[in-house]
């Protein structure tokens, strides 16, 4: 072997040495997460106009509730999680503090939905069932597109006639 191949093995095996203590010395990254429940908590509690807007919602939903309510309950789950308690004590039949027990207790928006056998959006409270833009959005005409095989099928017509 010569000197040249004999220095570059050595200076190959300190490069591994060098790194590898360099990684084994580094401390594990110990920033603790937020738990779940914290993380979907407002920062900011809802406007006064936000909370008469979800009130204005609840009662077109046959709903009743207050802003102060509403206020109350986001403090803790959020306006959509007030929202939910609301809209599902009315639909479930379970009372306000068992379905805050219920989520106090672990349990996810989604678990609790399936619980209850009712479906876990707010979408359909808060007036946006449905809705997945503006109105003058590309496909919010409602109409389906020329030529759909599908709809001429439905119709009894055959393509070209």
Do not use: C, F
Not at 60 to 83: K, M, N, P, R
Not at 96 to 124: N, T, V
């Amino acid at each position: 072997m010569t000197r040249r191949t004999r220095l570059a093995i050595l200076g190959g095996t300190l490069l591994l040495l060098v790194a590898g203590t360099a990684l084994a010395t580094q401390s594990p990254n110990n920033r603790s997460q937020a738990p779940a429940a914290a993380s979907q908590e407002p920062e900011t509690p809802p406007s006064a106009d936000e909370l008469a807007r979800a009130v204005d919602r609840l009662k077109a939903s046959g709903i009743d509730s207050t802003a102060d309510q509403l206020s109350d309950l986001a403090g803790t789950y959020g306006l959509g999680g007030a929202i939910r308690l609301l809209a599902w004590t009315d639909a479930s039949g379970k009372t306000l503090a068992e379905l805050k027990a219920m989520r106090d207790g672990g349990q996810g928006w989604g678990q609790i939905a399936r619980e209850l056998g009712i479906h876990p959006g707010i979408g359909s409270v808060m007036g946006q069932a449905g809705e997945h833009g503006p109105e003058d959005a590309p496909g919010q005409s409602g109409e389906k597109p020329k030529g759909d095989d599908e709809s001429e099928a439905e119709s009894g017509a055959s393509p070209g006639s």
